[in-house]
């Protein structure tokens, strides 16, 4: 399967691993895997045993997540209403 | 005092390079050889489900250690895998083309409407006949149907997928380091009561790890 474009270039079907996948839209989505990845690594060779691991793997997902869901919401602040505020507008 | 990472307190944590060197070779391979079997299959799939990822998401081309050099250090972290998967985007998916200001060949991402000859990898221009793609050289050799080798992600998608693989990377320098610092653990040999090794690592054994019996194991 192919599309051509109007401008003559083509497009090949998605081939898995060389083509990138459009997360224009939803790229904040994206953070969950990260997370989860960042969480799986870091907790396995910090616990000094297994037990619990995924409960611990989730619970610093969650964390990660509302960090960075909290960094957006005071970086928005800061940008949208602090500095507009000093700026007078 | 925060407690020793991945390994049982009380136990000598000695210098190990053999386990640092495999480790570095894929991500959780010192682990597994320092007997941390479960270990090592948790790091595998997270370092290597999150370096997957990122080529997933960003394709291939955000290995790429001409145009990324920066970004490749980070990736390179990985192990030979990055080296491996940059020595195929280089040389079986960019393109050759003489760059004037140069007056040189150089290599490139593909135009979304440009081919790659297999024989030498030079750029050659799609057409579209009769409805199909065709690629013909200069010297009547035919690609029909022709497609762009690989296709450069738009910003985003690359971006993420730069982001999840240089990660990944650096991600394992801690893995290594931590394996490189591991406790041994004799496989399939039980705990015995008195002598048992300074070495010997067992998970969630109790008494070994000196948490006074019962079954709770402490989380990190």
């Known amino acids: ?89 | 005092m925060p407690p020793p990472p991945s390994s049982q307190a009380g136990a000598p944590e000695t210098f190990n390079p053999a386990a640092a060197v495999v480790a570095a070779v894929f991500p959780g391979l010192g682990h597994f050889h320092l007997g941390q079997t479960k270990r090592a299959i948790l790091i595998t799939v997270g370092v290597m489900g999150l370096y997957l990822t990122g080529i997933a998401v960003g394709g291939v081309a955000c290995v790429d250690r001409r145009d990324n050099f920066i970004w490749f250090l980070g990736q390179a972290l990985v192990g030979p895998v990055t080296f491996g998967l940059d020595y195929v985007h280089q040389n079986k998916l960019k393109v050759m083309v003489f760059d004037p200001r140069m007056q040189a060949d150089r290599l490139r991402e593909p135009y979304p409407n440009e081919a790659r000859d297999p024989r030498n990898g030079h750029a050659i221009p799609i057409i579209v006949e009769n409805g199909i793609p065709v690629a013909r050289t200069a010297d009547k050799f035919v690609i029909s149907p022709a497609y762009p080798s690989n296709v450069k992600a738009v910003p985003r998608s690359n971006e993420l997928g730069t982001l999840f693989t240089t990660i990944a990377g650096f991600l394992n320098v801690i893995v290594i380091i931590d394996a490189a610092f591991g406790v041994r653990v004799e496989r399939k040999r039980k705990p015995i009561a008195t002598g048992v090794s300074k070495t010997l690592r067992v998970p969630g054994a109790a008494g070994v790890g000196g948490s006074g019996g019962g079954s709770g194991g402490g989380a990190a």
Do not use: C, N
Request: hydrophobic share 60%.
């Open chain 1, 1 to 89: 399967m192919i599309a051509l474009l109007a401008d003559g270039a083509v497009l090949p079907a998605y081939r898995p691993f060389i083509d990138p996948i459009q997360v224009h839209a939803l790229w904040w989505l994206m953070l969950l895997p990260l997370a989860v990845g960042v969480s799986m690594v870091y907790k396995a060779v910090r616990m000094r045993d297994l037990h619990g691991y995924w409960l611990a793997v989730l619970r610093m997902t969650v964390e990660i997540v509302l960090g960075m869901g909290l960094l957006g919401v005071a970086t928005y602040l800061v940008v949208e209403v602090y500095v507009r505020k000093m700026s007078g507008g």
